[in-house]
């Protein structure tokens, strides 16, 4: 019979820890000529270029900004949030505990090959002849159960136990006080998930606001229905381990979201980059507490292509163990999408043909870069 690791084998990475060399399954190649999806590992990244657009939302000139980003480059720099600082410390503290469990521990919660949450290779892999040298674990709602799953002991206790045992020197009765105070790993998540979607709605309020819409009245899907709230929420987070030859591998491979946008906290390393039309790749500089809102699909359909999607991906560096966060917005499975009626008319009909958003996630899943040119008009 197969185990549970053999089963999930195509959605599980490797062991960074033990690979000294990097292996031909994970070795892209790349030419100076190819356009970005065709060639998605290393189109060169030029410096003398503009930068991705930082915008202050609590300024009131922040929606002309927004809407400018959401042009121009699908995605932009957002500062003075409101999210508390301190829970991106704990979040990125967070993350690095749970890749940093032996590969055996993290295979506990592996995602099934039809499912959506858990540990795994990125769903997009299997999209690319080489792989990438990434793993990431992913959630919606409370991560509780599988966090038992992955400290059986209470797990504030096997934190502590496990950095005291490494760090003797923090044994003191002074350190296990403080050591005592952090929040278990289920607590940040939950806490980091509630924050992110008060963020984003306020955010796409902000987008349908510089374009003259209102959610309430034009997105009906925002709604609560039955008294239960209809968007989506997916976290994932990703792991980018330390590469032995980083220049001919990539953590994650050029694509788009399909979401309508997502919030992402990469920390203090770069990593991210997004393609610029007339420019190329862009590298998306490190700010200390902003989070980087790239626009997916799903904006470019509603918007009826008055905001773009962002062509995004992350490179990987031999030095650093890069972790990072995306939390991903979207409408129920039921959700019929299309563009805004108030984005339409004579002078700009529809540019896309209205369907079930769990259809056009399918089509997507079968046709994954030519996935908005195929319900086009």
């Known amino acids: 019979m197969k185990t549970q690791t053999q089963t999930f084998n195509h959605l599980l990475p490797i062991d960074f820890d033990t690979i000294s060399t990097l292996p031909e399954s994970h070795a892209w190649s790349w030419s100076s000529t190819a356009s ?16 991705l657009p930082i915008i202050d939302i609590g300024k009131p000139g922040a929606y002309d900004l ?17 999210v508390p600082l301190n829970l991106f410390s704990e979040i990125e503290l967070q993350a690095r505990r749970l890749f940093s469990l032996p590969m055996e521990q993290k295979h506990l919660v592996a995602r099934p090959p039809s499912g959506i949450v858990g540990y795994g290779s990125h769903r997009i892999a299997s999209f690319f002849p080489k792989l990438m040298w990434s ?5 919606m709602g409370s991560p509780v159960e599988n966090a038992r799953k992955l400290w059986p002991q209470d797990h504030a206790k096997f ?26 790993h289920f607590e940040v998540m ?40 209809r968007a989506q929420c997916v976290l994932q987070l990703n792991s980018y381990p330390m590469c032995p ?18 919030l992402l906290y990469q920390g203090n390393i770069n990593g991210l980059q997004v393609y610029k ?12 507490g902003a989070l980087v809102v790239n626009l997916g699909d799903l904006m470019q359909i509603v918007s009826n292509g008055r905001f773009k999607t962002v062509l995004h991906r992350a490179v990987v560096n031999k030095t650093h163990h890069h972790v990072s966060t995306a939390f991903f917005y979207m409408p129920p499975w039921d959700a019929k999408v299309l563009p805004l009626r108030k984005l339409v008319d004579s002078d700009h009909p529809p540019l896309y043909r209205s369907l079930m958003w769990k259809e056009y996630l399918e089509i997507k899943k079968n046709d994954f870069s030519k996935a908005l040119e195929s319900i086009r008009f």
Request: glycine share 6%.
């Open 135 to 139: 793993e990431g674990y992913r959630m």
């Open 36 to 51: 970005p999806l065709d060639d998605p590992c290393h189109l060169p990244v030029n410096d003398d270029k503009s930068l």
């Open 190 to 229: 939950e806490q980091w998930q509630a924050e992110m979607k008060i963020l984003i709605e306020k955010i796409v309020s902000m987008m349908l606001g510089s374009l003259g819409l209102t959610h309430e009245e034009d997105m009906q899907w925002f709604e609560p229905k039955n008294g239960c709230d």
């Open 277 to 288: 039309d007339g420019e190329g790749w862009v590298a998306i500089e490190p700010i200390e």
């Open 159 to 184: 934190w502590y136990e496990h950095y005291f045992t490494c760090f003797p020197t923090l044994a003191s009765a002074s350190c296990q006080i403080l050591f005592s105070r952090i929040p278990s």
């Open 66 to 82: 927004m809407r400018h980003a959401c042009k121009k480059w699908g995605a932009f720099q957002v500062i003075n949030h409101g």
């Open 245 to 262: 030859d980083p220049d001919r591998a990539m953590g994650l491979a050029p694509h788009t979201d399909s979401s309508l946008i997502t």
